[in-house]
């Protein structure tokens, strides 16, 4: 969904009245009923294996496939989390932002560069997502979603939010246009956004592009501290 800012907030979040408005609490709520589903995933499929094997070892094949479905789904869920965060410069990028010319590439890519301050600019060119700070935690936005860093550094949440379907729009203009409206109501920008994963940040970690992990440990150092 697109957004858009405005001096009070943002108008899709304004729009957006059917949906609770974002906080600290609804984070936390909201984290606590991810992890809760996980675990269920879990028990639901384990321990039909288990009995399984402890009525009939032979039954041991098709325990193997409910332990199977106990890590598959969990695993699905994270790899969708970490997918809604598209590097610059990474595959996904490359495939969605071919249409934009090279010079306006770079053009986007300056301006972007100075939104963020030095640190932030070295990061952004090496990893292709933008930190920033916020009340929430530390935030790292990619060109169609971001990942929030808790404070304190032991969870994170990936939220999937996009701008207006513009192909040829460039990719560091996609990324400059959540961060002004991140900055603008991060709240609101919560509201706007849709949860795609929440947990521990070493099993999002595994799902990232290997180029975006060092941003991911970059803001949990940042988030640690807060």
């Not at 009939?56 to 496939?65: F, G």
């Not at 965060?85 to 986007?108: H, N």
């Not at 640190?119 to 790292?140: H, I, K, P, S």
């Not at 971001?146 to 203009?173: K, M």
């Amino acid at each position: 969904m697109a957004t858009e800012a405005i001096g009070a907030g943002l108008v899709e979040a304004a729009r957006m009245d059917w949906r609770e408005d974002a906080s600290e609490r609804t984070l936390r709520r909201d984290g606590r009923l991810w992890t809760a589903w996980t675990a269920s995933i879990a028990v639901a499929f384990c321990v039909p294996g288990a009995v399984l094997v402890a009525i009939e070892p032979l039954t041991a094949p098709a325990a193997v496939i409910c332990f199977a479905h106990a890590w598959a789904i969990p695993w699905i869920q994270v790899r969708r989390g970490a997918r809604h965060v598209v590097p610059i410069g990474g595959e996904r990028s490359a495939a969605r932002s071919g249409a934009a010319e090279p010079g306006a590439e770079r053009v986007a890519l300056g301006l972007l560069g100075d939104l963020v301050g030095h640190a932030e600019r070295d990061l952004l060119r090496e990893a292709g997502l933008a930190l920033q700070r916020g009340a929430l935690g530390v935030w790292l936005i990619g060109e169609r979603g971001a990942i929030l860093i808790r404070r304190g550094g032991r969870r994170v949440d990936c939220f999937c939010v996009r701008v207006a379907e513009v192909a040829e729009l460039p990719a560091g203009d996609r990324v400059a246009h959540l961060l002004l409206a991140l900055r603008e109501d991060e709240l609101g920008f919560v509201k706007v956004a849709n949860l795609g994963f929440s947990g521990a940040p070493w099993r999002l970690r595994r799902r990232l592009e290997p180029r975006a992990r060092p941003a991911l440990a970059a803001a949990q150092r940042a988030a640690a501290t807060r």
